[in-house]
């Protein structure tokens, strides 16, 4: 059974920066992909980013945060971060990490099997 704990959300003003963690427990193998998506209310979940399996370090990107988000992981406390900079008010909402057991790299999360309860991620304008 693997569990997914994010943490570091919080408020910061437009223009700041934050650094959300994923913590992921009860991996048996090392061909987990990563991701990091986000859902504000009224809105569908939208795709930030990923990261392939602990033996390689290939990233993708969503193209609303391109540029300004870093998506990297520890392989050896099994943790999944994600670096925010240069925040805007749109990027306000509930940031989720989620697992999937392949080593590549997928925008949709309906085939992602492991998620995180969610961190709140409010940027002031």
């Known amino acids: 059974q693997v569990q997914l704990v994010e943490s570091g959300g919080g408020l910061v003003q437009a223009g700041g920066s934050l650094r959300l963690s994923c913590a992921a427990s009860?991996?048996?193998?090392?061909?987990?992909?990563m991701g990091w998506f986000r859902q504000a209310p009224g809105n569908e979940r939208e795709f930030v980013a990923a990261i392939s399996s602990w033996s390689s370090a290939n990233t993708m990107y969503g193209d609303s945060v391109k540029d300004r988000f870093t998506i990297s992981r520890d392989n050896a406390k099994r943790t999944v971060f994600l670096q925010m900079n240069s925040l805007k008010a749109e990027d306000t909402a509930v940031y989720y990490c989620a697992a999937r057991l392949s080593a590549s790299l997928s925008r949709n999360h309906y085939i992602y099997n492991y998620w995180g309860q969610g961190t709140q991620v409010t940027v002031s304008s």
């Open positions: 009860g991996v048996t193998s090392s061909s987990y992909s």
